[in-house]
């Protein structure tokens, strides 16, 4: 069984800065790409940061641009998200996301995080 749990979320002031922490436990074989994703109130989902399996950052949507930084941690299977100069329209819940085989003869799967949230007062 695998499991991606979430950390760091809160209220911060606007211009203020978070980082999150996700680790990725269980029957772990391999990770393919990790992402960040998050989901405002009354909004879809959206992608925000996507990094591959070698630890290169792909991808950031234009709304984050410059200001997240997303990195994979010092612990093993873990993966952070900066967050700078956060602003009201960064309140959402953020879900960790990644791609897992927890086998040889096994083909990625999508794993979930449950969400941690990020609150920004103005």
């Known amino acids: 069984q695998v499991q991606l749990m979430e950390s760091g979320g809160g209220l911060v002031q606007a211009g203020g800065s978070l980082r999150l922490s996700c680790a990725a436990s269980g029957s772990i074989f391999a990770i393919d790409a990790m992402a960040w994703y998050r989901q405002a109130p009354g909004k879809q989902r959206e992608l925000i940061a996507e990094?591959?399996?070698?630890?290169?950052?792909?991808y950031y949507a234009d709304s984050v641009k410059g200001r997240f930084t997303f990195s994979r941690g010092s612990a093993q299977n873990t993966i952070n998200l900066q967050m700078n100069s956060l602003t009201p329209e960064d309140t959402a819940v953020y879900y960790c996301?990644?791609?897992?085989?927890?086998?040889?003869?096994?083909?990625?799967?999508?794993?979930w995080g449950k969400g941690t949230l990020v609150t920004v007062s103005s």
């Open positions: 990094l591959t399996s070698s630890g290169a950052a792909t």
């Open positions: 996301h990644a791609d897992i085989s927890t086998g040889a003869d096994d083909y990625f799967r999508p794993y």
